[in-house]
């Protein structure tokens, strides 16, 4: 299957002369084949083994301010000029002259390697990862009531064409496996999670332990039994490495994001080359990190991935852009227009998103707070990008007291408000590490994102237990 | 109808495959959507969009099989089936896997489908979102507009098992939300309103256009509360979402796994006397009320909370037989590409007697809750751990004053339904698999400054 055209490019030249038919400035065909497999296992069985197929075409067509789009499974040329007239009349009403495209194609570049694609891993292979997770997980202690587990992997072939002549493909590998562990105890059950996912092939788990991770799940439902009530009220946080990328992902990466931007939506409008944030702090979002959840090689609107810096030692410098915004701006694209599959609208997303390391001591800014939270893991969480403040869960926190961690919290809510958290940002450790794999929601639309950070102390956050 | 015709056809021959020991569920449906988007009088996106595909779940010696493809023509649908055979193998056999069975329980026919909405026009959507924009600009000079929306789907679904279940099913509806942002000096506040509907002409655009502007004014200028224990009060809109963190404790799936916190606790006192609560999709007047739940069985009523006391969970067939009992008709499906799981399809907790204001005026120290956020990540339905982000009213000696923002609202959910005070009796059929009613909540922790 690698690098075969699932349509050939004269019959997209052909579908995007019928897509410009009505005046359109601009149109696009994006093609998706995708193979996917997932297995779950509960309650110490392998409950089911599900196979998709999922393959299509989204044509948009821009004409002015408005954007038609239609989509289709059926990928004869019959079916793509079909759907390519339904969304060059949603774009208007006009009529247009002949339109002749030549696509030009692009090189392929493949930025995680990738050994073994799972369509060539056997079912097998896939079902005993579960198995020796359950194993793992259950052999942690008696105390261990319930695992579930899942197994996915998809393999997903694009193709984007568009009427400025551009014709770029992309093969795009993902496996992951997540497990979540309940413990019981004399104080009622506790849960415990943990996951991984890479853009590499099948190859990864002879890298990655699975047991291991089955058994730090186990560990921290086994914690939490214990723990008591989290604080209320507004404290020091420190946030261990690789646990809290996910809330400069949501609570700052959004804001910079051109499409929310243009509408004022954004605290971060009109900041750019302004101080937006304690100088320790440059935040980066990188679609070419070899591996990461994140990665691609090129965007699902054909621009290649790169490293953009977002806020450097502070200072906004740039913002994220896909096709649409970038035109309206006169500027380069940054790799950042995706989209969930054939049949969604791409918008700007990030990909891999993280503060790079300090300087400090990871231990040192644990020793230097007197009374405060230690989060060893942050669950998911929302933001208002238009105020930036933010809620995320705390799926395992200890008390800080007397620069020692000491006594395991239940979960709660932690909340606090973006650009606030990255001007409080005062202690930046050198232990810089990539978090789990994360899938980030945006106007209904999922697509898997990284994110990452060293250990940090951000001055005050409120903490949303019931202990005064 | 000749879509839903079509689709059993396909179901039928799926089904017709079966071999000798095998088991076979083949689930079909085709949706259509319309997604309008304005911006500032313009449309700024217009999707035209048909989804279809086939589902078939295979079972052979308790062990499970499933695939999907998002197309229907015959290779595709043959390569499904060849594809769920295969996966087969690697199950591990379940004595209590199965399909669900006809259980004799009547269907009670929903007015699901409205053909004034299939013959609605195209230019008739965009003037409704771009109305329900320029409605909303009106309300406030304070108001920004950061887009309007009209949205309808149209489903059509078959379904056929070998083991006597055929049913087809189809169902449209629509709605418009716009969402706001309001701007004084500094700051910013953002809010929404919507309007839902089987057709159009349901739709109230003036009161969408009012609460988008309301949500977003009404936060200006609030203060960061300081911590304390305090009494709730909960927008009916609020209570609609944490009535849906009920639902997955009365889980039959989550129970038979000892994963519901009310595992052991049927004919036991779960809740304050005042609390019923219901599934009842029979109900016309919920959203999601249907006829038949995702396995095929007639939808009904269950009364899961009775006075305080736990009286069923919810169970499809596959949980039912694992604990013992009969389906309740609460199979969901979430379209072709999964299994069907377990969940309530339209909750509703009794009302009360009196509205809101006088809910309020009965309270000395307390919030009016009106938006909650952070409630997937707050909140722990498994050890019944409760926080969330929240924004409201404060409420002092029964009078509502200031608003109040940057704060959590915390406590358990065991505790949660012991501490319920009062329930209103201002019942809103919202968008949500439950109903909203405002809801009076004591000794819940509020953490702020």
Not at chain 1, 38 to 58: N, P, W
Not at chain 2, 295 to 320: P, W
Not at chain 2, 347 to 358: E, K, T, V
Request: charged content about 25%.
């Amino acid at each position: 299957m690698a690098g075969h055209d699932v349509v050939e490019s004269d019959v997209l030249e052909r579908v995007l002369g019928t897509a410009m038919r009505t005046g359109g400035e601009f149109a696009e065909v994006f093609i998706e084949d995708k193979r996917s497999t997932m297995a779950g296992l509960d309650d110490g069985r392998i409950e089911q083994v599900t196979s998709g197929r999922d393959r299509g075409a989204g044509i948009r067509v821009i004409k002015g301010d408005t954007t038609g789009f239609a989509h289709t499974a059926d990928l004869s040329e019959a079916g793509l000029r079909s759907a390519a007239e339904a969304a060059a009349a949603a774009a208007s009403q006009g009529t247009g002259g002949e339109n002749i495209v030549a696509l030009t194609r692009q090189l392929e570049r493949r930025v995680s390697p990738v050994e073994r694609f799972a369509d060539q891993v056997s079912k097998t292979e896939k079902v005993a990862l579960l198995q020796r997770v359950d194993e793992a997980a259950r052999g942690s202690g008696g105390s261990i009531v319930q695992v579930s587990a899942g197994y996915a992997d998809s393999r997903k072939r694009i193709m984007i064409a568009n009427t400025h002549g551009l014709l770029a493909s992309d093969e795009q590998a993902r496996q992951s496996v997540r497990i979540s562990v309940v413990a019981n105890g004399d104080a009622g059950m506790q849960t415990g999670f943990q996951s991984t996912g890479h853009t590499f092939g099948f190859e990864m788990f002879d890298r990655i332990d699975v047991e291991e991770l089955a058994r730090d799940a186990a560990r921290q439902a086994l914690v939490k039994l214990g723990a008591r009530p989290a604080p209320s009220g507004t404290m020091p946080v420190v946030i261990k490495r690789g646990s809290g990328g996910v809330l400069f992902h949501e609570a700052c990466g959004h804001g910079l994001e051109a499409d929310l931007i243009a509408k004022g939506g954004s605290v971060y409008r009109g900041k750019q080359g302004e101080v937006v944030a304690s100088p320790l702090v440059t935040l980066v979002d990188d679609g070419t990190m070899s591996g990461e959840w994140g990665a691609i090689g090129i965007d699902d609107e054909g621009h290649p991935s790169q490293y953009n810096v977002l806020i450097e030692d502070g200072i906004l410098t740039d913002y994220m852009w896909d096709y649409l915004r970038a035109r309206n701006e006169g500027r380069k694209q940054s790799g950042n227009g995706r989209r969930q599959s054939y049949m969604h609208l791409p918008m700007v997303r990030m990909t891999n998103t993280f503060v790079l390391n300090g300087t400090e001591e990871p231990d040192d800014i644990v020793r230097d707070t007197e009374h405060g939270v230690y989060v060893a893991k942050l669950g998911g969480g929302s933001v208002n990008t238009a105020t930036g403040d933010f809620v995320f869960g705390m799926t395992e926190a200890y008390l800080i007291e007397n620069g020692e961690i000491t006594e395991p919290l239940r979960e709660g809510n932690l909340l606090g408000n973006g650009p606030q958290v990255l001007r409080d940002i005062d202690l930046l450790g050198n232990d810089f590490a990539m978090g789990n794999p994360g899938t980030c929601g945006k106007d209904g639309q999922g697509v898997p994102v990284g994110d990452g950070q060293p250990t940090l102390r951000v001055k005050a956050l409120t903490i949303g237990g019931t202990a005064a | 109808m000749t879509g839903t015709v079509e689709l059993q056809a396909i179901a039928d021959r799926v089904v017709a495959m079966a071999q000798h020991g095998e088991h076979i569920e083949a689930f079909v449906s085709r949706d259509a959507e319309t997604d309008i988007r304005i911006y500032e009088g313009q449309v700024e996106h217009f999707v035209a969009a048909q989804t279809e595909g086939v589902g078939i779940r295979v079972i052979r010696d308790g062990r499970t099989g499933f695939a999907y493809a998002g197309v229907l023509d015959e290779t595709a649908v043959a390569e499904v089936l060849a594809e769920a055979r295969d996966n087969v193998r690697f199950g591990t056999p379940d004595e209590w896997a199965g399909l669900a069975e006809p259980d004799g329980v009547d269907v009670i026919d929903q007015d699901l489908w409205s053909e004034a909405l299939a013959e609605y026009t195209t230019d008739g959507k965009i003037a409704l979102a771009k109305e329900l924009e320029r409605l909303t600009l009106a309300v406030d000079p304070r108001i920004r507009v950061d887009d309007a929306n009209y949205a309808d789907v149209a489903s059509e679904s078959a379904v056929a098992t070998t083991t006597g279940i055929r049913r087809t099913g189809r169902e449209n509806g629509c709605y418009v939300v716009v969402s706001t942002l309001a701007d004084d000096g500094d700051e910013t506040q953002t809010g929404f309103g919507f309007s839902v509907g089987r057709s159009p002409s349901e739709f109230d655009l003036a009161k969408a256009a009012n609460e988008a502007s309301d949500r977003a004014t009404r936060l200006l200028g609030a203060t960061k509360p300081s911590t304390k224990r305090t009494t709730v009060v909960l927008d009916p809109y609020i209570t609609a979402s944490f009535l849906g963190i009920i639902s997955s404790t009365l889980n039959g799936e989550s129970v038979a796994k000892g994963r519901s916190l009310f595992k052991d606790r049927l004919d036991e006192s779960v809740a304050s006397s005042i609390v019923t609560l219901i599934d009842d999709p029979t109900n016309p007047k919920a959203y999601t009320a249907t006829d038949l739940d995702g396995e095929g069985l007639a939808a009904r009523r269950n009364v899961l909370i009775d006075a305080g006391v736990l009286n069923k969970f919810v169970h499809s067939s596959y949980s039912a037989r694992r604990v013992g009992t009969k389906s309740t008709g609460n199979a969901i499906r979430g379209g072709f590409k999964g299994t069907p799981g377990v969940g309530c399809l339209a909750l509703q907790l009794m009302p009360g007697q009196r509205d809101q204001n006088a809910l309020i005026a009965d309270v000395d120290d307390g919030v009016l809750i009106q938006s909650v956020s952070g409630l997937h990540s707050g909140v722990n339905a498994i050890s019944g751990d409760f926080s969330a982000g929240a924004s409201g009213l404060s409420i002092s000696k029964g009078q509502v004053g200031g608003p109040i923002r940057e704060f959590t609202i915390a406590s358990t959910l065991q505790r949660m339904l012991h501490d319920v005070v009062e329930i209103g009796n201002d019942v809103d059929w919202l968008p949500m698999r439950a109903a909203g009613v405002s809801l009076v909540i004591r000794d819940v922790t509020m953490s702020g400054t």
